[in-house]
C-alpha cells in the first residue's frame, strides 16, 4: 500500500511513477479546495473516480463527478474543490521534472501562499 501524504485539504499517495510519468490517487476531503496552482515543468491530466465538486483551469470551471476528466497544460492555473462529499482524483503527471516543488501557489485557504519571502 502507498505511503499516503497528508495536507490541510486531505492526502494523496503515489500508485506509480516512471521515467517521464508519476501517478497520484487524490482524496480532497468535503468542503475543502487544493490551492490556485501551477506547474512549470509538468502536465497532469485528473480523472474523477469518486465524489463531487468543481475542477477549473486558467479561469474555466467544470463539475467533478465520477468519469469526469481534465486536461492541465504545464504553467495552466488550476485547483479543484469537493463539494458535500470527498473529492477522489487519480492525477497523471507527465513531464521531465516531477519534483513535488514546482509548485507556484496563487491562492491558498491554508496560508501556504509564498512571495517574496513571506507566507501570505
Given amino acids: 500500500m502507498a505511503e499516503r501524504v497528508q495536507r490541510p485539504w486531505g492526502w494523496f499517495e503515489t500508485l506509480a511513477t516512471g521515467h517521464g510519468y508519476l501517478v ?7 468542503q475543502h479546495r487544493i490551492s490556485l496552482q501551477r506547474h512549470h515543468h509538468r502536465s497532469e491530466h485528473w480523472v474523477v473516480v469518486e465524489g463531487e465538486g468543481v475542477m477549473t483551469c486558467d479561469g474555466r470551471s467544470f463539475a467533478a463527478a465520477a468519469g469526469s476528466t481534465l486536461f492541465i497544460p504545464s504553467g495552466g492555473r488550476h485547483r479543484a474543490a469537493a463539494g458535500s462529499t470527498d473529492l477522489e482524483i ?18 491558498d485557504d491554508y496560508g501556504r501562499v509564498i512571495r517574496s519571502g513571506l507566507n501570505l
Fill in 90 to 107: 487519480i492525477e497523471v503527471q507527465r513531464g521531465e521534472d516531477l519534483r513535488e516543488d514546482d509548485i507556484e501557489r496563487f491562492d
Fill in 24 to 30: 497520484k490517487r487524490l482524496r480532497i476531503s468535503a
